[in-house]
């Protein structure tokens, strides 16, 4: 039976009483660390990082997409009223739990909330901003 190295490192953790519901066993130590990592995220609807990476498209209006590379950055396919055209932004992007955040090079950054929605993700802010995860294609389409 192999080694079980929990029991030498969990008594090395400040464990409150109360939250193991005055127990200070293992076994119910361990389901709450299982929870706290991998339910509630899931509970949310929280999305990883990994699964943001990729091709955002607005169908309100058509060419205007988000591409997050795996490298936290970001280019942006916007349309620009004032001009009549299509401007490409760039910048930087981070997320924490359900909020990602664009960090452009040269405007305000924006904060989008990413829900699920059906079978697939929407990043939804304030103004009617809806994108919804597209393929990698839809992205180099428009460009």
Not at 94 to 104: D, E, G, S
Not at 112 to 125: D, V
Request: proline letters at 8%.
């Amino acid at each position: 039976m192999p080694h079980d190295p929990w029991p030498m490192i969990m008594p090395t953790l400040p464990w409150p009483d109360s939250l193991m519901g005055g127990s200070k066993n293992p076994e119910s130590m361990k389901r709450v660390i299982f929870a706290a990592l991998f339910l509630i995220p899931v509970a949310v609807g929280a999305q990883t990082r990994e699964q943001s990476i990729g091709c955002w498209v607005m169908s309100s209006k058509p060419g205007e997409n988000l591409q997050l590379n795996r490298d936290g950055n970001f280019t942006f396919n916007d349309y620009n009223a004032n001009t009549k055209s299509f401007e490409m932004l760039y910048g930087t992007w981070k997320q924490n739990l359900n909020k990602l955040t664009l960090m452009y090079d040269d405007r305000p950054q924006q904060v989008f909330t990413i829900r699920k929605s059906g079978s697939g993700w929407t990043l939804t802010k304030a103004g009617g901003f809806l994108f919804t995860k597209a393929t990698p294609a839809d992205c180099s389409a428009a460009r």
